[in-house]
Each structure stands twice: as C-alpha cells, then as structure tokens.
C-alpha cells in the first residue's frame, strides 16, 4: 500500500512527500529489528526509487548514499552503478566515477550506457585514446546508431572517409533512420565534405542537419525562452527579502558570454590559481532556480509584468547545491561557475553575492557566430539557424552593453586573440581582477585530467595556436545577408 501510495505521489510531482514515506518505512523495519524483505521487488528497489526521487529534488548527496546501499543489496545491478557513476560524475568525484562505469564492464562487457558514458568521460578528462577506444566498441555493437560514429569524428576528425560514409549509407538503408537522428547522418555527411575542403557540400548538408535538428529534436519552450521571454525581462526581475544575506561574503566568480568564445580554456586557466576554490562548471543553477520556481510567471504575461523574486528561495536553492560539491563553510569561499548565460541574470547575481565578479569572453563576432553554427550544440535551443544565433547575439549585446554601464567595476573582458596570442599582461590583470593567485604555468592544464563537458573538451587539451584569421574567412559570405539589419556585422 506504501509503494502505491508513493508511486502515485511520485506522479503528482509531490517528490518530498515520496521521499518521507520511504525513509519511514525503512526506519520502522530498523525499529522491528527486521531485515526489508529483499526478494519482493518494491523492497529490493527501495534505495534505488529513493535515489531517483533525491535527483528530482537536486539532494545529490543523498542520492549517491541511497544508490551505494543499493549497489549493497544488488552488486551486480548496473543500472543502478551506471547511475551512481553518473551523479558521482556530475559532482566531481572522477575517480569513483571511473571505478563504477569500470565495474560495470566486468559485470556485462557489452553494457552500451557504461561504454558510451566511460567514453565521454574519458573524453572529458582529455583521454581521447580510451575515448575513442570505447566509442569504437559501442559503434561496432551497435552500427545502425549514429550517435557514436558523430562521436568518434569530434574526437577524431581523420576517422572519417568516403568507405566508412559509404559504410553508414548502407546502414541507413538496411535500418530505417529515426526521424530525430537525421541530423547526424546530414552532419556527418558535411564534416566528410570539408575534410575534402568541398565547401559547397559542406555548408548544404550542414544546413540540412540544423534543419533536421530545429524540426525533431528542439524543445519550443527553451526556443522560446532564450529568444522571446529572457531578452524582454531580463531588467523586470524585481527583488523582495533582500535583507539578512546568507550568501554576502562569497566571492563567486562567474564567467559569461557567448559559447565558442574562449569561455572553456578562460575557466581552466583561472583553475591553475593554487588559491583555494572550487571550480563547477556550467551548472545552471540561477536559471534552473528561476524557472522552475517562476515559469506560471515567465511564460504568461511575461511582457507587461515585472516579476517578484524571493532572494531566500533563490540563497536556500543555491546552498543545496553547493552541499552537492561538498561546499559547506560559506564565508569568504570562491567558486568559478561558466553558465554562460547568467549574462542575463546580473541583477539577481548582485544582490545575491554582492561580492560577485564576473569574466566576460569575446570573440571577433563573425567567427564566434560561425563557430556556434558549424558545431551541433545539442542543449542549445537557439544555436541551429543563423538568424536565431544572430537574433540571441543581438540581444546579448544590448544587454551585456547595459550592464557594462551599470556594473563597469565589477566586468572584466578578455578577449580570445589575447588569450591566443599569450599576452602574460592581460591574463596576469584576470587573476588580478579575481583576487586569485597568479600562475606562470597557467597552461599547465593542459596536463591534468580535469573534467569539461562542452563543446570545447577537445580542442583545449591540444597545443595552443595563434588565431588563424583565414579558418572562417570562406564562410563569412554566408552572414551578408544579414549586414543591412545588424550594423555590427559590418
């Protein structure tokens, strides 16, 4: 009866509710002195069902402690290890992540979700040799999916030739494609053209995947968001319960910009400061906290109203996942957080942590446009078309110029051609600007395994090369058509 009940709640989205009624059933069979009783199904699962409702409450630290004494009662479960090594990944514990997807494979050799994640694990530590040799091994178990051989020529742009695009034309047509991976054999198909230096092809078969992409696989309501609602309200944010701040002294450090404009190897640099700090990563907190709290708000009438925030909800949100990290002791504690576009969200960013400092990444903006496009950002909803990547452009410069006026002290700009050309005097102001200690080595990065999970992971663990203007020069004809309507492309 418990379990239905829970079932049922966990359908209403009442996930605390769940949550208590499970902790109190294990607790009453630790009263009785009685053993759950592990062969009925429910009881076997308890663990795993708690872990699964502490993700939908972002209690990391409970769902891995739930999950390990799942693993306990069902060592050879690998659905349950695969989800203890991803949360383990998601919190940066590297290492016991590894060891789990690896306990897997012992377990079942085969098992594609350990093979797939331990290759994108490796990939994101910069271990592209183990990457590639698990993305092989998932591809040949599973030929007909094309995720793993678009994986395989990321890493390894000479994988591709016209015997393996044959190969995948064969495949195409013995298994009929699903509507929502027909991006992938039009993009491999143009990453083959320009390995040929075939322009033409290149760019048709690479709209054709955005194509493909924008019509199957994007979510409307993050379309939506990012390019009619943020841009309109960003400023209509208005703050209540601002007094007694619980988060006052730390000294975040937030990077922002725009995607594929030096935001990644900016983060790893500053990382190589031996001044103490914990870096996180993209996490999107601020964001995920505003709408999942406030979307009744954002998605309806979100133009003619201003919107109350209550800062307490907002601090509270944030200290949670903080005790994910294992960040307990706030005061004077740095953090560095690349959501990129917390751009949007500095008025909120402010008042929570007055003592907040933010890293603005540029790029010479044709390439950065061209940069976006001509990757598939999967988890960006506005990335796959060129006039919504120059519609998001135009907006963040509207705004980014607004809060340059308003925050000047607090906005530190550096520019990637800085950062290429090694210019030590603008990377030594960054550290300078950050209050972190500088690091003559600060390229050294390139030697640890620290984990990144974009676009960029393995471009940065290459050496580093003068920026070459003539990459993007033959594509730059593409954005003309744009230039009477946007003067900054001129």
Known sequence: M???????????RKFKEAKAILIDLIQKNKRLNKKLEYNEKNFKNIYFILSQICNQLNELKDSIKYLEEHVKINPNDCEGLLSLANIQLKTRQTVNSEKNYKKILNINKNYLPALINLAFFYEGIGKISDAKKYYEIAYKLSPENLNFFYNLIRIDPNYINDEKIDYIKKNIYEHKLLKK???????????????????????????????????????????????????????????????NRKLKNMCPIFIIGLPRSGSTITEMILSTSIT?????????????????????????NFETNNIEIDINLFEDKIISNLENFDISTLENKVIIDKSLENFFYLDLLVKIFPKAKFILTERNIKENILGIYKKILLNISWAHSLPDIIEYIENY????????????????????????????????????????????????FQKN????????????????????????????????QFKNEYNWLK
């Not at 418990?2 to 209403?12: A, G, H, S, T």
């Not at 914990?278 to 309806?300: C, D, M, P, W």
């Open 2 to 12: 418990d379990f239905k009940k829970v079932d049922e709640l966990i359908n209403q």
């Open 181 to 243: 991976d027909k991006y992938l054999k039009n993009f491999i198909f143009s990453k083959n053209y320009e390995k040929k230096k075939d322009y033409e092809n290149e760019i048709k078969f690479l709209e054709l995947s955005h194509k493909n992409f924008l019509r199957y696989n994007i979510n409307k309501k993050s379309y939506d968001y990012w390019l009619k609602i943020i841009p309109k309200i960003f400023n209509k944010l208005l703050i209540k319960n601002s007094k």
């Open 276 to 300: 103490p700090k914990h870096n996180l990563g993209e996490t999107s907190l601020i964001n995920h906290v505003l709408i999942s709290n406030y979307s009744h708000k954002l998605f309806n």
């Open 397 to 444: 410069k509207k705004i980014i110029g607004f809060f340059k006026k308003k925050y000047n002290k607090k906005i530190y700009s550096i520019k990637l051609d800085d950062i290429q050309n090694l210019d030590e005097k603008k990377i030594k102001d960054l550290f300078q600007f950050c209050n972190l200690k500088f690091n003559k080595k600060y390229f050294d």
């Open 449 to 480: 395994y620290q984990f990144v999970n974009n676009a960029s992971n393995i471009q940065i663990r290459s050496k580093l090369k003068k920026n070459n203007n003539n990459k993007y020069e033959k594509y730059f004809r593409m954005l003309d």
